[in-house]
């Protein structure tokens, strides 16, 4: 600031030097032979002073040029230092079109709804059904040990309620955040959609440490409350803890498998599923009849399965293969990434956890009216029913990406594509099973047990419980809609609804209104079913071009 100062200086002495020379030539006038008169001559002091202010004048002006810097030069610079940052900025913008270019080539099959949708959804279903191999593997060698298989079928039935609030832990993180990251890679923002892997990652990982904590600490208490007797605690205890000891894999695989799936990797996720189940059937009755070592035995090939699974998973995540990567940046969790997760998730946490909670209000019923017994055809018949409702979750899992990437996109008209495709396929499938339920519901049961006494008591309860499992397909494929296009509240209404308002007081409720307690506890399932599901479709219905119109930016 001070050698501006002085420059100023300079220059305003230069101008007044130059202003006292003008007025001393003014009336200078050359004189000699032909010279014409002029003004009077200035005499010797008078030219004396005018040379001094001349001579100032110069070195005032050679000072200024010293101070002053080059000015064309500067321009000359600035010229190209413009020049090279427009070229910068042109490289950056045609990188970021190639990027893009890459990612929407990778994505483009998304856009086409009813061709991608089966192509998402075979692998889904096929995943659904492996995955639920799992604890029907189990249940089907346990319900064949010779001798115990009734008691020890019963007993591991009667873990379920644990086992579906680890299912709902991991599925809050996998079924909120699979929407959001679609939602993000429809909307460009490959960015956010990595934070949301990522943050997804850590969350599971917290979950594992206090479920599993905790879990192992009150299994023993819980059981009890679950309708667990003297008879049937041991084998619910023995497979208990340790399924629990190995949570951490479980809820790696159903909480991150789903991020495969929605960047339209349907095949890999449904081989996350498949190799686990392969593995669990070839380990399961080597350990449990050729080593001898019963209901823990068929723990340990879940929890071996799940491993292998899990470690699938996290190499695809982190491999050249994937669109969205599981990054070390993005794994401390920031609150604007993963409440909007959980927030989405709460729909499908309260479904699997209420179903937690069904379970034990089934199991306590039917232990306080029907004994073991009324409790092992429950077991059976919550296998065949997960038969039903997992492979329409496969259909919707499948459908969910295309669904919510157009919807990100703006696409209205293929997202209405999506979900008549999905409706259709929904309503159709559980129809079917409804037929198949109504006239073999023995031949179902005697794949899960040889007890003849068990087998005829829940060929008698299953068609009771089954009545209206029809109605799921309506119910399954428009809430899960309702969750593909963010409306995260609307979709935890209507999950509560069907088993907190309706199903769950109707338990307690008909049992005292029928001559039969046990008919009463199994007659709540259909009345509920229907019930909620016609309400479900109406409100889908109602909503579903308002929620278009308004967009995945107003979500």
Known sequence: ????????????????????????????????????PGPEKYD???????????????????????????ISEAWRKYGESKEDYQNMLTELESTYDKSMD???????????????MP??????????????????????????????????????????????????????????????????????????????????????????????IGFYAGAPALLRLFGASDATLPYALSYSRIYILGSVFVLLVLGM???????????????????????????????????????????????LSQAVGAAWILRFLTGKKTILRLRKDYLRPEKQVILPVLALGISTFVMLST?????????????????DVAVGAMTVITSASQLCTLPIQGVCQGGQPVMSFNFG????????????????????????????????????????????ALISYTTWAMRIYMAGIFAMGFQIACQQSFMALGQAKVSLLLACLRKIILLIPLIFILPHLVADPVFGVFLAEPVSDILAATITTITFFARFDKILDQGAARV
């Open 1 to 36: 600031m001070k050698r501006k100062h002085q420059i100023l200086a300079l220059g305003l002495a230069a101008v007044l030097a130059s202003a006292s020379v003008v007025p001393a030539f003014a009336g200078y006038a050359p004189t000699g032979p032909g010279a014409e």
């Open 44 to 70: 010797a002091e008078t030219l004396a002073k005018l040379q001094d202010n001349v001579l100032e004048y110069d070195e005032l002006t050679l000072r200024v040029r010293e101070y002053n810097p080059n």
């Open 102 to 116: 890459n990612i929407d080539d990778v994505l483009k099959p998304l856009k086409q709804a009813k061709k991608l």
């Open 119 to 212: 192509q998402l959804m075979i692998p889904a279903v096929v995943a659904q059904v492996v995955n639920l191999l799992y604890n029907i593997v189990d249940r089907i060698y346990i319900g064949h040990i010779e001798g115990i298989g009734a008691a020890a079928l019963t007993g591991v039935g009667l873990f379920t309620p644990i086992l579906m609030l680890l299912n709902a832990f991991a599925m809050l993180v996998g079924a909120g955040g699979a929407p959001r990251t679609a939602i993000a890679l429809g909307q460009g923002d490959r960015q956010q959609a990595e934070k949301i892997i990522s943050n997804s990652f850590t969350v599971l990982m917290l979950f594992a440490v206090v479920l599993t």
């Open 257 to 303: 498998n789903p991020f495969i799936t929605t960047q339209g990797f349907a095949k890999t996720s449904m081989l996350t599923t498949v190799i686990g189940a392969v593995i669990n059937i070839i380990l399961d009755p080597i350990l449990i009849f050729g080593f001898g070592l019963g209901v823990q035995g068929a723990a340990i090939a879940t929890v």
């Open 355 to 371: 179903e937690s909670l069904l379970s034990i209000s089934f199991s306590s019923s039917l232990a306080r009216y029907g004994g």
């Open 409 to 452: 996109a703006g696409k209205k008209d293929r997202v209405r594509e999506a979900f008549r495709f999905q409706l259709a396929l929904c309503a159709g499938y559980t129809c079917l099973f409804w037929l198949a339920m109504m006239l073999v519901p023995g031949a179902v049961a005697g794949i899960f047990t040889s007890d003849s």
